[in-house]
């Protein structure tokens, strides 16, 4: 009898079964229940809560609700020492593998110290923020982020500039690369004229997705595509590389106080040409308005100009147009080209470390 109550009440006295709940009740309130009665809840006599009435066998008395209290407890305390002497014995023997390592010199400078940690997994908003906020508090020399997408809206700016308020107040110098269609919102160019000469900002047709580097020893790049999981990375080599990689972005962007180029084909804006180009390398509308940071509706306007103007009357022959004309050949060198796609790595969450967010800095 008792086997067969536990496969079918596999429970504590903590956490009784309803049936079980509904006969200690009854027995609690009435001081004893007839012994047919627990016969559905085995469980009853296999956790002592239920025993024998020793005046009469065919009646049932409960343990008072005190002593199953008291028996808990200790049950419950037991347990809580016996966590305390497993974690106690698990760092013991973890603080001995620890000493087995290389330990820091005191004598290491900054420059020769190894990372704690040289790649590291933040997951969540909290988490991926704290340690943005950690970098910009410690950054003394510089900051480089990469920021995707379109228009900047002001409220985002606005929420960061008192970080990037204090970067400046120490000295650091800021550089910036945006999209093109990033020179159209207003709120950025409020943001620029307050920041004075502390903030410089390029743009490109388009750029690699978020990224930010503090100092040049430690960068943020995403981890997943929704922006939930960032890397925090420290690894001499890999923040080198990204550096590189922003460096040879930097120099193919524009000034964002000098005007776009001419494209020399009247009629084509400098964005339909960027359009015109990705169009001829087979993308999709959808992957070529997130790539320019516009919206899908702006950028199947601009095919539409794009076909009235090269006098297209369907897609494939627009497509003929583009390469007629010339639309469909890059404006920067093969070896450059191949740098942008090198870098195509995906964005870091936005700021305050949230997904579609700014960075820390505000911009």
Same mark, same amino acid.
């Given at each position: 009898?008792?086997?067969?109550?536990?496969?079918? %009440?596999?429970?504590?006295?903590?956490?009784?079964?309803?049936?079980?709940?509904?006969?200690?009740?009854?027995?609690?309130?009435?001081?004893?229940?007839?012994?047919?009665?627990?016969?559905?809840?085995?469980?009853?006599?296999? @956790?002592?809560?239920?025993?024998?009435?020793?005046?009469? =066998?065919?009646? @049932?008395?409960?343990?008072?609700?005190?002593?199953?209290?008291?028996?808990?407890?200790?049950?419950?305390?037991?347990?809580?020492?016996?966590?305390?002497?497993?974690?106690?014995?698990?760092?013991?023997?973890?603080?001995?593998?620890?000493? @087995?390592?290389?330990?820091?010199?005191?004598?290491?400078?900054?420059?020769?110290?190894?990372?704690?940690?040289?790649?590291?997994?933040?997951?969540?908003?909290?988490?991926?923020?704290?340690?943005?906020?950690?970098?910009?508090?410690?950054?003394?020399?510089?900051? @480089?982020?990469?920021?995707?997408?379109?228009?900047?809206?002001?409220?985002?700016?606005?929420?960061?500039?008192?970080?990037?308020?204090?970067?400046?107040?120490?000295?650091?110098? =800021?550089?910036?690369?945006?999209?093109?269609?990033?020179?159209?919102?207003?709120?950025?160019?409020?943001?620029?004229?307050? =920041?004075?000469?502390?903030?410089?900002?390029?743009?490109?047709?388009?750029?690699?997705?978020?990224?930010?580097?503090?100092?040049?020893?430690?960068?943020?790049?995403?981890?997943?595509?929704?922006?939930?999981?960032?890397?925090?990375?420290?690894?001499?080599?890999?923040? %080198?590389?990204?550096?590189?990689?922003?460096?040879?972005?930097?120099?193919?962007?524009?000034?964002?106080?000098?005007?776009?180029?001419?494209?020399?084909?009247?009629?084509?804006?400098?964005?339909?040409?960027?359009?015109?180009?990705?169009?001829?390398?087979? %993308?999709?509308?959808?992957?070529?308005?997130?790539?320019?940071?516009? $919206?899908?509706?702006?950028?199947?306007?601009?095919?539409?100009?794009?076909?009235?103007?090269?006098?297209?009357?369907?897609?494939?022959?627009?497509?003929?147009?583009?390469?007629?004309?010339?639309?469909?050949?890059?404006?920067? $060198?093969?070896?450059?080209?191949?740098?942008?796609?090198?870098?195509?790595?995906?964005?870091?969450?936005?700021?305050?470390?949230?997904?579609?967010?700014?960075?820390?800095?505000?911009?």
């Amino acid at each position: 009898m008792a086997g067969h109550g536990a496969q079918e %009440h596999p429970h504590g006295a903590d956490r009784l079964c309803e049936a079980g709940d509904r006969v200690y009740s009854r027995a609690v309130r009435r001081g004893r229940v007839p012994r047919h009665d627990a016969d559905p809840v085995p469980c009853l006599l296999e @956790l002592a809560l239920l025993h024998p009435d020793p005046d009469d =066998m065919d009646w @049932l008395v409960p343990t008072s609700p005190q002593e199953v209290m008291t028996r808990l407890l200790r049950g419950v305390y037991d347990e809580v020492s016996a966590s305390q002497h497993r974690m106690g014995s698990a760092v013991a023997a973890f603080e001995w593998y620890a000493a @087995l390592g290389p330990q820091p010199s005191p004598a290491s400078g900054p420059d020769t110290a190894v990372p704690a940690s040289a790649i590291r997994v933040l997951e969540g908003d909290s988490r991926i923020q704290g340690a943005l906020d950690e970098a910009t508090q410690a950054c003394t020399t510089e900051v @480089l982020t990469v920021q995707p997408g379109g228009i900047r809206p002001e409220h985002e700016l606005t929420e960061g500039l008192h970080r990037a308020m204090a970067l400046r107040g120490r000295g650091v110098r =800021m550089r910036d690369l945006y999209t093109h269609v990033a020179r159209h919102g207003q709120g950025l160019l409020n943001y620029l004229e307050l =920041m004075g000469d502390s903030v410089e900002a390029r743009t490109l047709d388009e750029v690699i997705d978020r990224l930010i580097l503090f100092d040049r020893t430690v960068a943020f790049i995403p981890a997943n595509a929704d922006r939930t999981l960032a890397l925090e990375l420290r690894h001499p080599g890999l923040v %080198h590389y990204l550096v590189t990689v922003f460096e040879r972005l930097w120099r193919l962007a524009i000034p964002l106080t000098a005007s776009l180029p001419d494209t020399g084909i009247e009629g084509i804006s400098h964005r339909e040409q960027s359009i015109a180009a990705l169009l001829a390398e087979g %993308h999709q509308d959808a992957v070529i308005a997130e790539r320019l940071g516009i $919206s899908v509706r702006t950028c199947r306007a601009h095919i539409a100009r794009l076909s009235e103007t090269l006098g297209a009357a369907s897609r494939t022959q627009l497509g003929v147009r583009i390469a007629q004309v010339g639309l469909d050949r890059s404006r920067v $060198s093969s070896s450059e080209a191949a740098v942008i796609r090198v870098a195509g790595v995906p964005g870091i969450p936005g700021g305050h470390g949230v997904p579609g967010r700014e960075s820390p800095t505000g911009r």
